[in-house]
């Protein structure tokens, strides 16, 4: 039975791992043995090392860490040798999976050395694959018999390094790698940083390794993500650790988890100065999914400095749904686009299903102009909240049609299929065209000219690094042209769309250069603010995405690096930032739904 468990979940494991690039060949899996289930853990995270201390007792090489742990069916040749073999048979000859990936057992001889390890070359000589496997090798530690006679035992076996240890030219060729406890330089707790001190005694041991040839391995450290990461910027080269899974992680997400910016742009400064109390025109940018941490990743990426940190008014909106202590985009911007809470998925109803009034449907009622933008699908969630309503956010062309019954002056977005492609075949460009919109796909034909448009570009979807330019600032900047070709006052609610999209992926270059480009954005704004002096902007998000924590960076550098908690939203307040006549209104903390009601309130408007 166990075989027939061992060998389904093998298979699974199979599959995973050609499925998939793993870079953590540099994991020691130290104490392995330890693990629920031996071996087979260490493998799925496609491991460089796995480590097994090994008692000889009774001319049997038993695996434990100490003697109180010793079990008569936990033998070297079940747990390891004798898995690696059918491992290494199936994948015809490799230790992973087509793969020239090398994965190395690390023995560590805890009595006896030198006859445990003539057990060893015993027990493994009944296993030739293991021995002919050009991706396999085994290594001893621990109690190892002194170097002189390192030539008594076959070429196949191999020997942990030691920094004290003077090694010729062929005894260095059987050294995979070199060991050394970290206490023996510094007592650090993997908290913060070394001090500058013991990090030149690390660095020193670091370089006479590097300068054999050979890679460094510190047993006794620290081990989790600041400590694994601190170890990766002084040069370590292979991670020791009992956490297999999370350091495992820790590694495939390297890439995603770090940035380094190339391109600042500078930040503009502020008047702050107004001579209204409160303002003739709104614009509210919404950066979705975008926190603090996201903000001060963006701050620290751009050399600690951005525009929206300019801003002297913040407060904080709480953006819970009905239904649910974590908000999705549907819920969070209804409650600001109508001042009412609602739940998760509901666009512009209220939670017992009924349909409430929106601020667009309001201030056009007031003589507004309105201009709906994002740099998403124009039907998703967040745009939607602001002319649509509907008790699925995913009802895209439902929502479409929607916007045709709004009186709102422009919409700017992806989603051209939704508008045109439909599945039920309407087509409803001539009936924008006959409500008097001007309708194109292409960004390129938005002039300024035309004071009520629909602009379906799907390049509008295209993220930063797939180059999507700056199409955020010049939609604002155009639709504040078409809205100021008549004395109306207006509002316009911009999108961010992506930076929710980065964090879902967990991949913080998305998100920054999100971050970055709307803060460009905001640059823009907060210049028409002062030029314009009657227009209130105000900078927020719906929720926070990715639980977004930034666990290193250099401001100097442009760099930053992270972690995330999740894939999806999490519950914490977002900022909310104000500037220009009537900002000092937004500052405190309140729920989300108070951003309705303060715009209204310094319009000098009423939600009745």
């Not at 992506?498 to 210049?527: C, F, R």
Request: charged fraction near 20%; charge should be negative; proline fraction near 3%.
């Amino acid at each position: 039975m166990r075989k027939t468990v061992l060998t389904l979940f093998f298979l699974s494991l199979m599959f995973m791992l050609k499925a998939q690039k793993y870079p953590t060949s540099s994991i020691f899996a130290h104490n392995d043995y330890h693990r629920s289930v031996p071996l087979y853990i260490a493998y799925q995270q496609r491991v460089g090392f796995i480590e097994a201390d090994v008692f000889l007792r009774d001319d049997q090489l038993l695996v434990a860490h100490s003697t109180d742990e010793i079990q008569a069916n936990r033998t070297l040749e079940s747990l390891y040798l004798k898995p690696l073999n059918d491992i290494i048979s199936r994948n015809k000859g490799l230790a992973y999976h087509d793969s020239q990936q090398k994965l190395m057992l690390f023995i560590d001889l805890k009595n006896d050395g030198y006859n445990a390890l003539k057990a060893i070359v015993a027990e493994v000589e009944k296993y030739p694959i293991l021995i002919n496997c050009p991706t396999f090798g085994i290594a001893v530690s621990g109690d190892m018999p002194s170097t002189e006679v390192w030539d008594e035992f076959p070429k196949f076996i191999e020997f942990d390094g030691r920094t004290h240890l003077q090694y010729t030219p062929e005894q260095l060729e059987r050294v995979p790698m070199i060991s050394m406890g970290l206490g023996n330089l510094t007592q650090w707790n993997g908290k913060g940083v070394l001090t500058k001190e013991d990090e030149s005694k690390v660095k020193a041991i670091i370089d006479q390794v590097h300068k054999l040839g050979k890679p460094i391995r510190f047993w006794g450290t620290p081990d989790f993500t600041n400590a694994w990461i601190e170890f990766r910027k002084l040069g370590v080269d292979i991670l020791n650790t009992d956490k297999v899974q999370e350091a495992a992680e820790f590694l495939n997400g390297a890439e995603k988890n770090y940035y380094q910016n190339t391109e600042r742009h500078s930040v503009y400064e502020p008047q702050h100065a107004f001579k209204r109390k409160n303002p003739k025109n709104v614009i509210l940018l919404i950066g979705d999914g975008t926190g603090l941490s996201q903000w001060y990743a963006g701050y620290t990426a751009n050399g600690g400095a951005l525009n929206v940190f300019q801003i002297k008014s913040l407060g904080y909106a709480v953006t819970n749904a009905s239904d649910s202590y974590i908000t999705d985009s549907a819920a969070g911007a209804t409650a600001m686009a109508t001042g009412k809470k609602t739940n998760n998925r509901y666009i512009g109803m209220d939670a017992d299903g009924h349909r409430l009034t929106s601020i667009t449907e309001i201030l056009k009622d007031e003589g507004f102009n309105t201009a709906i933008i994002s740099s998403g699908d124009i039907t998703d969630a967040t745009p939607a909240s602001f002319y649509a309503h509907q008790k699925e956010r995913s009802l895209s062309e439902a929502i479409a049609l929607d916007f045709l019954k709004s009186k709102n002056d422009i919409l700017i977005g992806g989603g051209y299929d939704h508008f045109i492609k439909r599945s039920d075949e309407k087509n409803l460009k001539k009936e924008l065209e006959k409500a008097g919109y001007f309708v194109s796909d292409n960004f390129q034909a938005m002039d300024g000219s035309h004071q009520k448009m629909v602009i379906l570009d799907e390049a509008a979807k295209a993220s930063m690094q797939n180059g999507r330019g700056d199409f955020l600032t010049q939609a604002l900047t155009k639709s504040i042209q078409a809205l100021q070709k008549t004395s109306q006052p207006f509002f316009i609610m911009e999108e961010s769309a992506q930076v929710d999209w980065g964090g879902h992926s967990n991949d913080l270059p998305y998100v920054v250069q999100e971050v970055l480009d709307l803060d460009k954005t905001i640059g823009e704004a907060m210049k028409f603010v002062d030029q314009n002096q009657e227009t209130l902007l105000i900078i927020t998000a719906d929720h926070e995405t990715g639980g977004l924590s930034l666990v290193g960076g250099d401001l100097q550098q442009g760099a930053v690096r992270s972690h995330f908690s999740t894939n999806d939203h999490t519950g914490v307040m977002v900022p909310v930032f104000a500037y220009g006549p009537g900002a000092e209104n937004f500052q405190g903390v309140y729920a989300n739904t108070e951003i309705f009601t303060k715009i209204l309130g310094v319009l000098k408007l009423s939600s009745q």
